[in-house]
């Protein structure tokens, strides 16, 4: 099987969600249209999350009504089932789940149980499928957690097949 490398660029997203200086709709459709020129394939271009919860992000169905035109993939993180349908609404098709392989950092973050966001992250895994919307997951902390140390290789193991069960037929 070839094996090959594809850069997605998040800066548009997880570079400014933490940042204390919120860029407004216009800066951040000028940082992905600057983005767009460094000829990445992939461009995540936000977060559909409540702005309550990230200010940040407040916009990015304005952003995604935007974008430059480009020859590549853009794409959007949806954290919950509502930022899914949000993101399809908007029009974007491709869209990334991020859950946390261990149980501290999803309580500390998003204040679930690792149960409960792997069984969230299935259902908007398997809704996607249904749907043909192109998706996949980010498995946060897969080697170190801030909260817990070192994590366990089974674990994770056990973690990415449990996400795999979802992919596409």
């Given amino acids: ?3 090959k490398v594809i850069i997605k660029e998040v800066a548009a997203r997880d570079g400014l969600q933490a940042q204390p200086k919120h860029l407004t709709v216009g800066q ?5 249209g600057a ?19 990230v200010p940040q992000m407040a916009g990015t169905d304005e952003i995604a ?27 974007i098709r491709s869209h990334a789940i991020a859950l946390a ?13 690792l149960e409960d966001t792997f069984v ?8 996607a499928a249904s749907e ?10 897969a080697f170190e957690c801030p909260y817990e140390g070192a994590v366990e290789e089974s674990l994770v193991l056990e973690q990415v097949d449990r996400l795999m069960q979802h992919q596409p037929a």
Wanted: proline letters at 6%; a negative charge; hydrophobic letters at 45%.
């Fill in 120 to 127: 969230m992250g299935e259902e908007i895994l398997g809704r």
């Fill in 65 to 91: 009504a935007n974008l430059p035109p480009a020859q590549l993939a853009y794409s959007a993180l949806v954290p919950n089932m509502k930022g899914y349908e949000l993101a399809v609404m908007a029009g």
């Fill in 101 to 113: 392989a261990t149980e501290e950092m999803n309580q500390n973050n998003i204040r679930k149980s």
């Fill in 1 to 3: 099987m070839a094996e």
């Fill in 28 to 32: 951040r459709i000028a940082l992905l």
């Fill in 132 to 141: 043909g919307v192109d998706i996949h997951a980010y498995l946060a902390v």
């Fill in 35 to 53: 983005l767009v020129e460094t000829g990445v394939p992939e461009l995540e271009i936000g977060s559909f999350v409540s702005p309550k919860a």
